[in-house]
């Protein structure tokens, strides 16, 4: 009895937390032609490991049991993964044929391990035109490599730029994420104790700061107090001014007047202020001065 010749199958390999890109890519394949039985992506519900089977035994299975394309999505999710390294070691040894995606943020000198950083793969942030040809290159191996149909190049060309739009649509989404998380982490642990203390002030009563320049001065106010007063420095002025600033950049409160300058509590704000009037022991009626000696941030 002759060797029964083994089928090809894409094996996609990536890291659980890029799975937006993973399912865009996973779709560009269905586009391109591929189906069941020619996919292996472990995150995508057709593709992914059935009921009841072990998850080493099925793996290893995909490695010796088929001619493997594997599909690395490189990250930097990737290289935290210990169970994407062994795929890509598997993939190493057994010598299955590769590319390589590089998800927007990774750098050609960021590819290491056993894939080459030489060999030319698609990086999904590269200038458009660059994008066009190497996907364009992607699609017709993959074509030639499981003997589809030639594809109609206006129905491809649909196909890409759906593709490429799912993958802007993605790296704004993270780009939003990351400022948020940024943007979390300033206004928790790097909050200024001024700012902290006329937040907290702002959040009572009407939820208002309001900020007075008059021939007499400059005044910030919330609650029942002024925080500078009649006869303060330059330098105590700058300091309140700041904190306003600090508080309207982190989103914790917003411009609500243009009378003046009238600042109001956003939800945000509230939110982080409940956290520090808890830890200041806070009320209202006491002097901002009982808190500004304080460590709270």
Not at 123 to 146: A, P, Y
Not at 202 to 217: F, K, P, T
Request: hydrophobic share 40%.
């Amino acid at each position: 009895m002759g060797i029964k010749e083994r089928k090809t199958k894409v094996f996609v390999s990536h890291s659980s937390g890029d799975v937006g890109y993973v399912k865009a890519i996973v779709e560009l394949l269905e586009d391109i032609g591929l189906g069941e039985g020619e996919i292996f992506c472990s995150s995508v519900d057709a593709y992914k490991i059935p009921l009841g089977k072990s998850i080493y035994d099925y793996l290893a299975e995909q490695f010796q049991n088929y001619n493997l394309h594997v599909l690395f999505v490189l990250s930097k999710n990737y290289y935290d993964s210990v169970a994407s390294l062994n795929e890509m070691g598997a993939a190493w040894v057994l010598k299955h044929r590769y590319d390589a995606i590089l998800l927007p943020g990774m750098q050609f000198e960021d590819v290491r391990g056993c894939i080459d950083k030489n060999q030319i793969s698609i990086k999904l942030d590269s200038e458009e035109g660059e994008l066009h040809h190497r996907l364009n290159e992607f699609q017709k191996t993959v074509v030639e490599e499981f003997s589809k149909p030639p594809m109609n190049m206006s129905k491809w060309e649909r196909n890409r730029a759906e593709f490429l739009h799912k993958v802007r649509a993605l790296m704004a989404d993270n780009a939003k994420a990351e400022t948020a998380a940024e943007t979390d982490k300033e206004s928790e642990g790097f909050l200024s104790l001024e700012a902290a203390v006329l937040l907290a002030y702002a959040s009572e009563d009407q939820g208002v700061i309001i900020v007075i320049r008059d021939i007499l001065g400059t005044h910030v106010q919330a609650g029942m107090w002024d925080f500078i007063g009649e006869k303060a420095s330059a330098r105590t002025v700058a300091k309140w001014e700041a904190a306003v600033e600090e508080l309207l950049r982190l989103a914790l409160i917003k411009r609500t007047g243009r009378r003046d300058r009238i600042y109001g509590v956003t939800h945000r704000g509230y939110e982080a202020a409940d956290v520090i009037k808890k830890k200041l022991d806070f009320k209202e009626t006491e002097s901002p001065d009982t808190y500004l000696g304080s460590k709270i941030c």
